[in-house]
C-alpha cells in the first residue's frame, strides 16, 4: 500500500472528537509513509485532515471537480491539486491514485464515495480494500444497516465483510494493509 484516500465530511461535526480522529488518522497515514488522496478542501474535517497531515510532513494529493472550486474552500497548499470536470471523473481518479479507501465521518458525499468504492470492488472493478474509522459510534447503525441487508438477503455476507470498520487509525490501516478481500460477484449472463 503507498497511497490511502480518505473520504471525509465538508463540515467538522459535533464535538471535537471528529476533528481529533481526523488529525489521528492524518498522522498515522504519514507515519507510514503513505500519500493521503482526499476531496481537496480546506474546510470542515477535509481541512483538519489535510493540514494535520501537512503538518506531519505528509504528501497530500487533492481532487476537486472544478464546479465546485466555486462552492467549496480548495486547500491551497496541497502537495498536488488535481481539477476534474465532473464528480464521477473526481471518484474515478481518487480510485486511480488510492490502494486503499478509508471513510470518516460525513455526509452524503462521504457515504456515496465510500458505497461507490465498496461497489467497484464488489463488481472486480478494483481489488482495493474499504474501511470506516468508527468515531464516537459514527458508523454503528451503518453496520447494523448492512448485516440487515444481509439477513433480508440483499447482500451477500463476503460483500457485507468488505467493510472494515475500526476505532483506531493504526489498527484501521493494519487490517487494509493485511486483510485478504472478497472474491467479485460472478455474474450470469441470461
Known sequence: MHSVCVFCGSNVGEGEAYAEAA??????????????????????????????????????????????????VVHSGLTELHVVET?????????????????????????DELFEMLTWTQLGLHSKPCGALDVEGYFGRLGAFLDHAVQERFLKQEHRSMLIVEVEPDRLLDRLANEPLAEPSKWIDR
Do not use: Q
Open 87 to 111: 464528480m464521477h471523473e473526481r471518484k474515478a481518479l481518487m480510485a486511480e491514485l488510492s490502494d486503499a479507501f478509508i471513510a470518516l465521518p460525513g455526509g452524503l458525499g462521504t457515504l
Open 23 to 72: 488529525r489521528a488518522l492524518a498522522r498515522a497515514v504519514v507515519k507510514r509513509g503513505l500519500r493521503l488522496v482526499y476531496g481537496g478542501g480546506s474546510v470542515g474535517l477535509m481541512g483538519v485532515l489535510a493540514e494535520a497531515a501537512l503538518a506531519a510532513g505528509g504528501h497530500v494529493i487533492g481532487v476537486t471537480p472544478r464546479r465546485l472550486l466555486e462552492r467549496e
